[in-house]
DNA sequence: GTATAACATGAGCAATAGCTCGTATTAGTG
DNA sequence: CACTAATACGAGCTATTGCTCATGTTATAC
């Protein structure tokens, strides 16, 4: 399980979120048996078929807990308050996109980095294509939860990544300010795949997107043209 | 004034946003006297400050009424609802955004396409860089507006002046599937552009991002790189 | 001046949300 | 079985919000 850190400070407080949020964004209380534990994946199963089928608008924790079966009470036992909920949901799906991720930098240095641009990209679709509705309206219809630094720190830590990979081959590019194309090219892709899955979904599931993009990425990182062109596929495979 | 349409019927509807919400997302009178109309505009500009300052949360219709010194009957005198003051908020804006677009694309036919697309890309530039923070409330904290048809038919005849604009260039393009490349170009330039607001404004700013957009797009258009390269600035000027 | 329409007010209703807490149930241990 | 800790329950408190409507004020027409 992802707890990484738990058990926040209760600051009793009554009433709907009042002036200053509640606190924590994790759970509350670790479950020690695998009754609780049980409890807690049907609560966030619960959680991300709300968000799914009604949006941020039916996300109400009282309605997290009927569709779970379970109290509001027992809710509130392992989840401090409401974001805490939305917190965990993002917390796994963005631990599969750096898992994935983390994979094809690793061994980036063997392949050309027409290669390698495209195995980002192509994972990146894959990714996005898990549950892509909860995806969306996690990352676009949640307001946005104050101070939540590990999603900085996910964003750095993927542009590190990516920094050290073009740094490695910084003969082999022809930007100029590889700071600035280092963002605007994980930036782009990752906007790209992600309004993609919303307007065209099918480009994504075919592939003909991430062709595209890294096409685009690539032409732009190294200067030329990759080699394949005519015949959309590689033709290896 | 903007107000299209006006005066959607009212449904007797007491209590918070129920089941089916309430109706327009246009003024509900067409203000008459100077006297109001002023009204109006200081509803607006209180809705934006609150916008701006404390974002999505802090922007309830008592608090907007309050701040721009009128009450909160004067507010639903003229917008029939919550929404709506985000409609013409986000009316607005986007046709500020349109009306550089046209006038770039009207006359595209004598110029490169590398100048086109940086001119739209700069143009896009200036449009997003106008009240930023508001700009950036409106599209990303704002919970999604049901039934907004207005902005997918911005962004449809966004699309449609790009296509025209491209078509009529489809030999200089090398490009294999048009349409894909449009959707990726657009949606390239507006999330990249509105994502620096945030976390780039200093190459926003500086011209530096727009820079390198335009060339990334370019090359991916056209399959070669546009002329300039070494010196940074274009020579004449 | 008077009548009428446009405009403005703000106390307060109805609904709903997040969250608590006293109590009941179950699991684990001896 | 007895005892404790973990877990589960859910009625309901409190705050807050979107919005209305009865009433008052100002402008315009005659």
């Not at 009433?15 to 409890?39: E, I, L, N």
């Not at 750096?98 to 990209?121: C, F, H, N, S």
């Not at 996690?138 to 630094?149: C, F, M």
Request: glycine share 6%.
């Amino acid at each position: 399980m992802l707890y990484e850190q738990m058990l926040r400070f209760t600051t009793r407080n009554s009433g709907r979120m009042a002036k200053a949020k509640k606190s924590g964004v994790s759970p509350r209380k670790m479950p020690a048996q695998d009754r609780s534990r049980a409890t807690v994946e049907l609560i966030l199963d619960a959680a991300a078929r709300i968000l799914v089928k009604g949006g941020y608008n039916a996300f109400t924790t009282n309605r997290v807990a009927e569709r779970a079966g379970v109290s509001v009470g027992s809710l509130y036992q392992y989840f401090p308050n409401k974001e805490s909920l939305l917190g965990e949901l993002m917390r796994r799906h963005v631990a599969e996109l750096e898992r994935g991720l983390a994979a094809i930098t690793a061994d980036a240095a063997k392949r050309p980095i027409a290669d390698t641009v495209r195995a980002l990209i192509e994972e990146s679709v894959r990714a996005h294509l898990i549950d892509p509705e909860l995806h969306r309206v996690l990352s676009e219809e949640v307001p946005h939860l104050g101070s939540l630094d590990w999603r900085h720190a996910y964003e750095a830590r993927c542009t590190q990544r990516v920094r050290e990979f073009l740094e490695a081959r910084r003969s082999e590019l022809s930007v100029t300010d590889l700071d600035l194309a280092i963002y605007l090219v994980t930036r782009t892709v990752e906007t790209a795949v992600h309004d993609a899955v919303g307007h065209r979904a099918e480009d994504l599931r075919s592939g003909a997107l991430a062709e595209e993009l890294s096409r685009m990425i690539t032409v732009y990182l190294t200067g030329k043209a990759p080699a394949v062109r005519r015949p959309l596929k590689v033709a290896a495979e």
